[in-house]
């Protein structure tokens, strides 16, 4: 990334951002909303390897993201999986990502075999210089090092049965609280959400977990009180009018 930006500012506000962040979410707004990156990165989205074969969005936040597939298949021939397992950043080719804006990966743990890759919404004006081959492979090893950290104070917390906040929720977590709230079903949740009964079962028990409650009606309850889902009022309002 260059534009005004010259490397030496690049690291430290990737450092910044690092820095202040508690989780994958709070890492992809920092990096939209930062002074310095945020004049061009206005999307970002979190890859994480499952140790299997696929790259699974762990959060995002931003524009463009929602446009993201959910789930690759990290030996297959998506261009996000090829810079993934080359290990080397990369913009995307061809008509990625919204009108005014590319596509650019870095993989997470370049070192060694890759645990995941950083996807960011980059306005078109910012162009990309040599110096962002260095940046992106810095900030691949620094992320992978503090998703590391994520998941150990998360499990720390769940391991001492604390309530965890809102914000240790993932975006596919609250997804899948809103689909709760609106009444589906886990096999009417896992077709939305692209993933199976069982993975959405383990995602609703983490969701109990992190809100403190033991089901569907206390999460309902919970995330109306965190302002997570909307109250009961405005859910019935936003309802389609009955037809008979």
């Known amino acids: 990334m260059n534009g005004n930006i010259d490397v030496k500012n690049r690291f430290e506000a990737i450092s910044r951002v690092l820095s202040l962040a508690n989780s994958p979410r709070e890492f992809c707004e920092g990096l939209v909303h930062d002074e310095t990156l945020g004049q061009y990165i206005h999307g970002a989205a979190i890859y994480e390897f ?20 959910t789930k690759l298949d990290l030996w297959g021939e998506d261009e996000i999986a090829k810079i993934t397992r080359d290990k080397k950043p990369e913009s995307l080719n061809g008509d990625a990502g919204p009108d005014g804006y590319f596509l650019r990966t870095l993989p997470i743990g ?14 078109n004006e910012y162009n990309v210089d040599d110096d962002d081959q260095e940046v992106g492979i810095a900030t691949g090893m620094l992320l992978d090092n503090m998703m590391r950290l994520w998941k150990t104070n998360v499990v720390r917390k769940q391991d001492r049965n604390e309530p965890m906040s809102v914000e240790d929720l993932t975006s596919r977590q609250l997804k899948i609280l809103h689909h709760i709230a609106e009444g589906m079903t886990n096999s009417e949740i896992s077709r939305q959400v692209l993933l199976s009964e069982s993975s959405v079962r383990q995602e609703t ?10 089901g569907r009606k ?24 009955s037809t008979e």
């Not at 499952?50 to 597939?69: H, P, T």
């Not at 370049?110 to 306005?123: D, F, W």
């Open 50 to 69: 499952d140790g299997r074969q696929n790259l699974a969005i762990l959060d995002s936040y931003g524009k463009g993201v929602d446009d993201l597939e």
């Open 110 to 123: 370049t070192k060694g075999a890759p645990s995941g890759a950083l996807v960011i919404v980059v306005a």
């Open 205 to 214: 028990i983490k969701i109990y977990r992190a809100l403190g409650v033991g």
């Open 218 to 241: 206390e999460a309902m309850i919970r995330g109306r009180e965190l302002g997570i889902l909307p109250s009961a009022n405005e859910q019935a309002s936003a309802a389609p009018a």
